[in-house]
């Protein structure tokens, strides 16, 4: 009987990658930060901790690499969603697809956001690529702007200011403290709220209207 490794290794590199990363995130889910160790993932997938360590460098580039794999599939969900109507319908789907992607797979989520590794910090080209994983996002503000829907601003700060807005509705959600049946109607609340604040008819944050 083959390892998931030797069956992985027939698919290619790429695979084998995704049958490590798929071993690490189910670890850290099931057993928590300590059994993420080289050795331990190479005992389960079949594979010598050489591979391993050529493919990763040793546990902190596995984890640097996890958290490239949550940013990169964040992006690819936000590359599938349909332009829709209008700029607001597209921003507003954008905001669901960050919601269902943290409910399909919150493992990654955890190591996205909330540091479950301790010591671990990810480096400066990872950053960056979770900071364009939300060009999708900025695209659509911009959009929004060009088109009348949203007040002239800085796209950048609105979009940053979305995603603050989402992802606690989104943490709060997934801790537990939303009710399933409450989570998804609060959040859409939460985004037709956004999408008026920042409305072109809406006074400026630090403005009083008329």
Request: aromatic share 8%.
């Amino acid at each position: 009987m083959s390892t998931p490794y030797q069956d992985a290794q027939r698919a290619g590199q790429d695979a084998v990658r995704a049958v490590i990363l798929d071993c690490a995130i189910a670890l850290l889910v099931a057993e928590g930060s300590a059994a993420l160790t080289v050795r331990r993932i190479a005992a389960e997938i079949g594979s010598s901790t050489k591979v391993l360590y050529t493919m990763f460098g040793g546990k902190e580039g596995l984890l640097d690499a996890l958290y490239r794999e949550g940013f990169a599939r964040l992006r690819r969900a936000q590359e599938q969603v349909p332009r829709g109507e209008g700029p607001l319908d597209y921003l507003t789907a954008l905001g669901r697809a960050y919601r269902e992607r943290a409910i399909a797979e919150p493992a990654y989520y955890r190591v996205m956001f909330e540091h479950p590794v301790p010591g671990f910090r990810p480096g400066a080209e990872a950053l960056a690529m979770a900071d364009g994983a939300f060009d999708a996002s900025v695209a659509a503000v911009e959009a929004c702007m060009a088109a009348g829907v949203f007040r002239p601003g800085d796209a950048h700060e609105v979009s940053k200011l979305f995603w603050a807005a989402t992802h606690g509705a989104v943490s709060l959600e997934l801790a537990g403290h939303f009710a399933p049946a409450d989570a998804g109607p609060r959040y859409e609340a939460l985004m037709a709220a956004l999408g008026r604040a920042f409305g072109a008819g809406a006074p400026a944050a630090g403005r009083r209207a008329d």
